[in-house]
């Protein structure tokens, strides 16, 4: 009974692979987010999504996108992943723009290699 | 551009002792003050948050101290616990739009015995 689940936990990849992490949450919760922590725990918002509008955080590379197939999913896809995009990916979700209701998933720890 | 700076990056208090990390941010336009708790190889989980219409919020052993004028909030962990040891976040919003979260850079709390 997992609120928000995030798979794989953990993610080797070769650099220029493309790969996608998903995110579920069964909380019913009507926006998702993706959050990147780097090696020095800085966590960095990527994307807010919810069934009317995704904003993207203009430092992110256009490599990395959103889909959402349903208000519960919000999977993260990257192109041509680089060295530099190892870290750990959080999928996160809120009631509407409700940020005093974040629920954060475990994580996926991404390394490039 | 970092909009909410934290400090300390790290901290070792002993058990019994109180910790304290402290935040500062420049947008005026914030209105709510969370504080998250990471333990390793978990999300971060919402700890205690306040909105500037009070200077303090207590919550347990958890108090946040918030100085409108002086644009800085604190937490506050009273009689510290080797369970409390983790990586603790601030974060400030201000609700319009995405209410994107703008976490600090994080402080690692170790309590020792």
């Known amino acids: 009974d997992t609120a928000v689940s995030q798979t794989p936990k953990y993610l080797v990849t070769q650099m220029g692979n493309d790969k996608s992490i998903k995110c579920e949450q069964n909380?019913?919760?009507?926006?998702m987010y993706w959050y990147k922590q780097d090696s020095k725990k800085f966590l960095k918002i990527m994307f807010s999504?919810?069934?009317?509008?995704?904003?993207i955080n203009e430092t992110v590379p256009n490599r990395f996108s959103p889909k959402s197939p349903d208000k519960a999913h919000l999977n993260l896809h990257i192109n041509s992943l680089e060295l530099g995009d190892s870290a750990v990916y959080f999928c996160?979700?809120?009631?509407?723009?409700?940020?005093?209701?974040?629920?954060f998933g475990s994580g996926t720890r991404l390394t490039v290699v | 551009q970092q909009q909410v700076k934290q400090s300390p990056q790290s901290l070792i208090v002993q058990k019994g002792g109180i910790s304290i990390i402290n935040c500062a941010y420049e947008?005026?336009?914030?209105?709510?003050f969370p504080w998250y708790q990471q333990f390793p190889g978990k999300g971060p989980a919402l700890l205690i948050a306040i909105r500037p219409d009070v200077s303090e919020k207590k919550e347990g052993r958890f108090t946040i101290s918030f100085n409108k004028s002086a644009k800085q909030f604190s937490l506050h962990i009273m009689d510290s616990q080797p369970g409390d040891s983790a990586t603790y976040f601030c974060?400030?919003?201000?609700?319009?739009?995405?209410?994107?979260?703008?976490f600090g850079t994080g402080t690692r709390l170790t309590v020792i015995p």
């Open positions: 999504y919810n069934n009317k509008e995704l904003i």
């Open positions: 947008n005026t336009a914030f209105d709510y």
């Open positions: 974060a400030a919003t201000d609700q319009t739009g995405a209410n994107n979260l703008f």
């Open positions: 909380l019913g919760h009507d926006t």
């Open positions: 996160a979700s809120s009631q509407e723009w409700a940020v005093y209701g974040y629920t």
